[in-house]
């Protein structure tokens, strides 16, 4: 069960600022674009959701890090991304096989997953065997085992069915004797007539004997006026010609009636036999659920695996004292970004120094540093290592941020106004363990109302709500 008390809270202003999902510009790069080289979809919706909410279970925390950090030494992260690659979005599957709305070329990407599972245990073998950490083994076991499930997939659905249920051949062949005898049926009518022909000659003697299909009177048996007087007993007549008499026998009618009603018996049984597939589905659906679930989670850790890699990234610790520790960190994104290299800074807050006045010029790089500060602390809490050489951080409840100036005008609010409504919910709403970044409060108006304003920020911020504050300003008064 989730509370909201398991995760660091963020609120909008800040998703918005920190440009966690959305960049604030067309142009722009997000902290999720950035890191988001997930092999399936699931997997990116989950880094979606690990980004928005990052999580104050520390031991939680370390157990991601462990795994990371294990896929990281034996390069395992690459092998195990390839095979996730070929596994669609089979989240999405499972909630329309749920909600009974699956279509078939569903079950065929369920039925691709399946077949993928044994690969991708073959690859987190070494993992469980040479550097065992207890998430992966727990991921591992909630894989879970659908090798029969595989097996009735690939007997009951074709393989390329077509899109939609009512065009019919979703259903394999060799899968259900009804539905092939209709089939059968349908596809060779003719073959049966001619075998049927040839066995009533045998029987009665007569080689003039013909069976012959219209469509009034359907099916029938024609002999001459001549031969009419041998016709068997069972005969019942039909019809009466100027130099023919026409017949049909029970076994002809019952034909006639299968081969006029296989087409449509054939889909509705082919309807029927998908519903008893996806009810079979739906007895399962718990244990394929936490498969997809433990797939997106496998997908996530190989991803932070391969983003540390790539960008020579470190590991995080947590430590219970309150404070944020960095050395030469960096900016992700605008390091990704820059075409020149970017030049790492420290961070350090801690019981002592809970606030921070930075100032400098304009394009000195204050906001940069600011925002580097919150996405090491966001990304740690979300289990990833972090663009620094090293972090240390405590106890974060929730990240504030105050930065930039827009006016809002759509709903009549000045730069000053926005400012001061977000100004005011971070000194209500601020604990001791929150991390608040003030860019510039006060600037959007006169220059002694804003010192005042600034001033009394940062006396509220460090005497009584005693947060760790990283505070920027151009008020050398402060």
């Known amino acids: ?39 399936t979809a699931m997997g990116g919706r989950f880094l979606s959701r690990t980004l928005m909410q990052p999580i104050r279970d520390t031991a939680l925390l ?18 195990v991304r390839l095979i996730l690659k070929e596994i669609s979005d089979i989240e999405r599957v499972l909630s329309r096989v749920a909600l009974g709305s699956a279509r078939p ?19 987190l073998q070494p993992l469980l065997t040479q550097t065992p ?19 009735h997939l690939m007997a009951a659905i074709a393989e390329n069915p077509p899109v939609l249920l009512r065009d019919g051949n979703v259903i394999a062949e060799g899968f259900d004797a009804e539905l092939d005898e209709l089939r059968q049926i349908r596809d060779h009518a ?60 029970p076994e002809l009618k019952s034909f006639e009636d299968k081969v006029l009603s296989s087409e449509s018996r054939a889909l509705a049984r082919e309807k029927l036999l998908f519903e008893h597939l996806l009810n079979e589905l739906r007895e399962n659906i718990a244990a394929l659920q936490m498969m997809s679930a433990a797939i997106a989670q496998l997908d996530v850790l190989t991803n932070f695996a391969h983003q540390a890699r790539l960008r020579q990234w470190s590991r995080p610790e947590f430590s219970p004292e309150v404070g944020v520790m960095i050395q030469a960190g960096r900016h992700p994104v605008v390091e990704a970004l820059s075409k020149t290299a970017f030049t790492p800074n420290d961070s350090s807050l801690d019981h002592q120094h809970r606030m921070a006045i930075i100032t400098g010029p304009n394009m000195g790089g204050k906001s940069t540093f600011m925002r580097q500060t919150a996405l090491i602390s966001l990304l740690a809490y979300c289990g990833s290592f972090v663009p620094a050489q090293s972090a240390k951080l405590g106890p974060i409840d929730r990240i504030f941020t105050r930065i ?14 926005v400012e001061m409504t977000e100004t005011s919910q971070i000194l209500h709403h601020a604990t001791q363990q929150s991390l608040v970044l003030m ?8 220059t002694y109302d804003g010192l005042s ?13 005693q947060c760790l504050c990283l505070f920027a300003t151009h008020y050398f008064e402060l």
């Open 133 to 151: 950490t207890v998430l992966i083994t727990q991921l591992n076991d909630e894989l879970g085992d659908f090798h029969q499930l595989h097996v």
């Open 62 to 79: 370390d157990a991601r890090l462990d795994a990371t950090q294990a896929l990281l030494q034996g390069y395992h992260e690459t092998p």
């Open 453 to 465: 304003l600034a001033w009394a920020c940062v006396l509220d911020l460090t005497k009584r709500i």
């Open 1 to 39: 069960l989730e509370q909201s008390s398991d995760f660091i809270a963020l609120d909008p202003v800040t998703r918005r600022n920190l440009e966690i999902i959305e960049p604030l510009f067309e142009h722009g790069t997000s902290l999720f674009q950035l890191m988001n080289d997930c092999q």
């Open 190 to 249: 003719g073959q049966f007539l001619i075998d049927l022909e040839i066995q009533e000659r045998e029987k009665t003697g007569i080689n003039t004997l013909k069976i012959g299909y219209n469509r009034v009177s359907g099916y029938y048996i024609e002999l001459t006026r001549a031969q009419a007087e041998q016709a068997p007993e069972h005969y019942i007549r039909r019809q009466t010609l100027k130099n023919a008499e026409r017949y049909i026998t």
């Open 404 to 417: 930039g100036s827009a006016d809002d005008l759509s709903t009549g609010k000045s730069t000053f106004m």
């Open 439 to 446: 860019d510039e409060v006060g600037r959007g108006t006169s």
């Open 105 to 123: 070329r569903d079950l065929v990407q369920l039925r691709h997953a399946c077949a993928q599972l044994p690969f991708l245990r073959h690859a």
